[in-house]
């Protein structure tokens, strides 16, 4: 019954290759978000999509990819993974009207090496 | 974009005092939030705030909206051991729907 739910939970892979980190929430939200969270626990908006549809893509190199096959389901693919890339990702969902809130998912540790 | 400018980076208090932090933004914001982050979890959301001078507690914590809609904060009353973690302050534009958090305040409890 977990409201926003990411997988993996850890994810350590080595530089080059490609992966994808999976987010689905069933809060019945619109919004769901990607952010990242810096080693000094720097928390950075990555992108937003309302209803399958992107709003927000801020300066992240095109290696990421969003992808929203639904409304509940966000995932974000990586290509070509750098040491950098190497953060604590986190998934979270909204609704549209915001001001409420988001619900965070617990997080993906990814490490490249 | 807006910048949010948390204090303190870190607190180590004793148990039982009170604790305190702040944020402030070179811009206007129509919402305030305070979360909070466990080791290993995902922010979790403390206090909402939606209008300037909105004075709000959610039972130990009591959090503002600053009058100028440029600030907020957060005081901690009687501190206990799971009060530990990382506190952001976070800021919401009524056009934006992405919201933009402070650094962070590392607070530390000893018992």
């Known amino acids: 019954d977990t409201a926003v739910s990411q997988t993996p939970k850890y994810l350590v892979t080595q530089m080059g290759n490609d992966k994808s980190i999976k987010c689905e929430q069933n809060?019945?939200?619109?919004?769901m978000y990607w952010y990242k969270q810096d080693s000094k626990k720097f928390l950075k908006i990555m992108f937003s999509y309302n209803n399958k549809e992107l709003i927000i893509n801020e300066t992240v190199p095109n290696r990421f990819s969003p992808k929203s096959p639904d409304k509940a389901h966000l995932n974000l693919h990586i290509n070509s993974l750098e040491l950098g890339d190497s953060a604590v990702y986190f998934c979270?969902?909204?609704?549209?009207?915001?001001?409420?809130?988001?619900?965070f998912g617990s997080g993906t540790r990814l490490t490249v090496v | 974009g807006q910048q949010l400018n948390q204090s303190p980076q870190s607190m180590f208090i004793q148990e039982g005092e009170d604790v305190s932090m702040n944020c402030t933004s070179s811009s206007i914001f129509n919402t305030w939030l305070w979360y909070k982050q466990d080791p290993g979890e995902g922010p979790v959301l403390l206090i909402a705030?939606?209008?300037?001078?909105e004075l709000t507690s959610n039972g130990r914590l009591t959090a503002q909206f600053g009058i100028t809609r440029k600030d907020s904060f957060l005081n901690i009353s009687a501190s206990i051991p799971s009060d530990v973690g990382i506190y952001f302050c976070?800021?919401?534009?009524?056009?934006?729907?992405?919201?933009?958090f402070g650094a962070g305040t590392r607070l530390t409890v000893k018992p």
């Open positions: 705030l939606y209008k300037a001078g």
């Open positions: 976070a800021g919401q534009s009524f056009n934006n729907n992405d919201m933009r």
């Open positions: 979270a969902s909204s609704h549209l009207a915001g001001g409420y809130g988001y619900t």
């Open positions: 809060l019945g939200h619109d919004t």
